[in-house]
């Protein structure tokens, strides 16, 4: 089974060709792999596995993804930041 966890695009830049990006997931930033979605911006949320996301997804669902995985004890319970509201 793979699990995709929900990011918050920070930034977004070329290298070698490829779409890169950095992402916030649930306070922890991760530099991500935007190849199979090249036109994601800053602000956008999407799903990631093995650094590649996979699919976008809106905040929402995104947050309440997060809150079931916490709820779950896969992420450590933290409270969601005023960046994740937006």
């Known amino acids: 089974m793979c699990l995709g966890i929900p990011g918050r695009i920070?930034?977004?830049?070329?290298e070698a060709g490829t779409t890169m990006a950095?992402?916030?997931f649930a306070g922890e930033q991760r530099r991500i792999c935007l190849a199979y979605l090249p036109d994601?911006?800053?602000g956008?949320?999407?799903m990631v596995h093995m650094g590649?996301?996979?699919t976008t997804v809106d905040a929402?669902?995104?947050d309440s993804t997060l809150a079931l995985m916490r709820e779950y004890g896969v992420l450590?319970?933290?409270?969601?930041?005023?960046d994740s509201a937006s």
């Open 60 to 62: 929402e669902t995104a």
């Open 44 to 46: 956008d949320h999407v």
């Open 40 to 42: 994601v911006v800053a």
């Open 76 to 82: 450590a319970s933290v409270a969601p930041t005023e």
């Open 22 to 24: 950095r992402a916030d």
């Open 52 to 54: 590649f996301a996979l």
């Open 10 to 14: 920070i930034e977004t830049w070329q």
